[in-house]
T-cell receptor
Framework: QKEVEQNSGPLSVPEGAIASLNCTYS??????FFWYRQYSGKSPELIMF??SNGDKEDGRFTAQLNKASQYVSLLIRDSQPSDSATYLC???????????WGAGTKLIIKP | KAGVTQTPRYLIKTRGQQVTLSCSPI?????VSWYQQTPGQGLQFLFE???????NKGNFPGRFSGRQFSNSRSEMNVSTLELGDSALYLC?????????????FGAGTRLSVL
């Protein structure tokens, strides 16, 4: 069983709409949760991290964490074509703080 | 402040050869992690070094090895290259060796094995 799971997509969203990306994890002791964005042929770049249950907002991005249900999501408001990328979810392993990565969701914003 | 620097950016090798990739972390970062990424695949963890010690290791054969120097710079080596080793190799550094472990990535080294 994969420890961090993401829908591979592609997820297609119209420009200006809200894009919702989801990630589930299996280890209940996971402590830190990260969202990275990776453009084709480029390296991942950090968008947001969240540690506590609830929402965390940064500009057009909102991360939502629900530890009871073991999922973390990323909302992108007012989606732009430049948001088209693969979004990677990562979770810190409780015992050794190693990052466990999901396979990523490919997001396509249609103009 | 300079980011994570990986050299070289591109490499072409033939089967059976060996290769060494280099990674200079962000100044002050002591943890360096290496990943392999093939087309359509997520990040496959190779190993992590912290204060010159390998702290975590992924499920890769012994042909893949690494080390970290006292200035936190890291190298990874792949011996007896196989066609399947063609990939983007990414290095990431983090300030805190444990805890939040926010990783910042270099631009990567794209290795092609012919």
């Amino acid at each position: 069983q994969k420890e961090v799971e993401q829908n591979s997509g592609p997820l297609s969203v119209p420009e200006g709409a809200i894009a919702s990306l989801n990630c589930t994890y299996s280890d209940r002791g996971s402590q830190s949760f990260f969202w990275y964005r990776q453009y084709s042929g480029k390296s991942p770049e950090l968008i947001m991290f969240i540690y506590s249950n609830g929402d965390k907002e940064d500009g057009r991005f909102t991360a939502q964490l629900n530890k009871a249900s073991q999922y973390v999501s990323l909302l992108i408001r007012d989606s732009q074509p430049s948001d088209s990328a693969t979004y990677l979810c990562a979770v810190t392993h409780v015992s050794n703080y190693q990052l466990i990565w999901g396979a990523g969701t490919k997001l396509i914003i249609k103009p | 402040k300079a980011g994570v620097t990986q050299t070289p950016r591109y490499l072409i090798k033939t089967r059976g050869q060996q290769v060494t990739l280099s990674c200079s972390p962000i100044s002050g970062h002591r943890s360096v992690s290496w990943y392999q990424q093939t087309p359509g695949q997520g990040l496959q963890f190779l190993f992590e070094y912290f204060s010159e010690t390998q702290r975590n290791k992924g499920n890769f054969p012994g042909r893949f090895s690494g080390r970290q120097f006292s200035n936190s710079r890291s190298e990874m080596n792949v011996s007896t290259l196989e066609l399947g080793d063609s990939a983007l190799y990414l290095c990431a550094s983090s300030l805190i060796g444990q805890g939040e472990n926010i990783q910042y990535f270099g631009a990567g080294t794209r290795l092609s094995v012919l």
